[in-house]
């Protein structure tokens, strides 16, 4: 079974500058996740899809963060302007709806903002 | 929002020894406290979960405990390997939505 696909694996910007971040969840699984790991520290969920519909972006900075799943597989997460302390990684993650719990994460994207 | 506080954050053990780790929430209505593993470089995985309604889940060497009215979790790891060493991660939700994580125990088994 393949896992959960991110790309780029590795973004390095400027601040200011914009950036954003793909993921292919597993197939079948309706739940996505965004999380926002610094160095560390714990991952912070930024944003829960249920197919293409916010469940919870309670901690997502919506002035610069902005995420979609437009056809309830695929998913996007931008940022912009990116700030320094945007340097993170963002790991995907995926789930059966009603497994939440068990969630499966993609190898993350590293973010460096100069 | 909740917050969850977690300690220690960094452990030694020897090997074939117990490790413990302590977690603690601030929302009564947290009701799912999963644990995850994260080795060097790699993916959070899930080791173990409990939700509220129990009180104590073993799974082989790992075991959870939950005190629901004192607000907190324990992950316990009996006989330690080196393949123990990671971080480790606790987290709580309500309803298996807004997730919130502590900030990472980093244990090392000394063989």
């Known amino acids: 079974e393949a896992g959960v696909a991110q790309s780029p694996r590795y973004k390095i910007i400027e601040k200011r500058q914009s950036v954003a971040f793909w993921c292919n969840p597993i197939?079948?699984?309706?739940?996505l996740y965004w999380y926002q790991q610094i160095l560390g520290q714990g991952p912070k969920l930024l944003i829960q899809?249920?197919?293409?519909?916010?469940?919870?972006d309670s901690q997502l900075p919506k002035d610069r963060f902005s995420a979609e799943r437009l056809k309830g597989v695929d998913s996007t997460l931008k940022i912009q302007p990116a700030k320094l302390e945007d340097s993170a990684v963002y790991l995907c993650?995926?789930?059966?709806?009603?497994?939440?719990?068990?969630?499966?994460f993609g190898p993350g994207t590293r973010l460096l903002v100069l | 929002g909740e917050n969850v506080e977690q300690h220690p954050s960094t452990l030694s053990v020897q090997e074939g020894d117990s490790a413990v780790i302590k977690c603690t929430y601030s929302?009564?209505?947290?009701?799912?406290f999963p644990w995850y593993k994260q080795e060097l470089g790699k993916r959070p995985q899930l080791i173990i979960d409990?939700?509220?309604?129990?009180g104590e889940k073993k799974d082989q060497r790992i075991a959870v405990t939950l005190n629901k009215t004192a607000k907190h979790f324990s992950l316990h790891i009996t006989e330690t390997q080196p393949e123990d060493s990671a971080v480790y991660f606790c987290?709580?939700?309500?309803?298996?939505?807004?997730?919130?994580f502590g900030t990472g125990t980093s244990l090392t088994v000394i063989p």
């Open positions: 409990i939700r509220s309604n129990v």
């Open positions: 987290a709580a939700a309500r309803e298996y939505l807004q997730f919130y």
């Open positions: 899809f249920q197919n293409n519909g916010v469940v919870d």
């Open positions: 993650a995926s789930s059966l709806v009603g497994a939440e719990g068990t969630q499966y």
């Open positions: 197939s079948g699984h309706a739940t």
């Open positions: 929302d009564s209505a947290s009701n799912y």
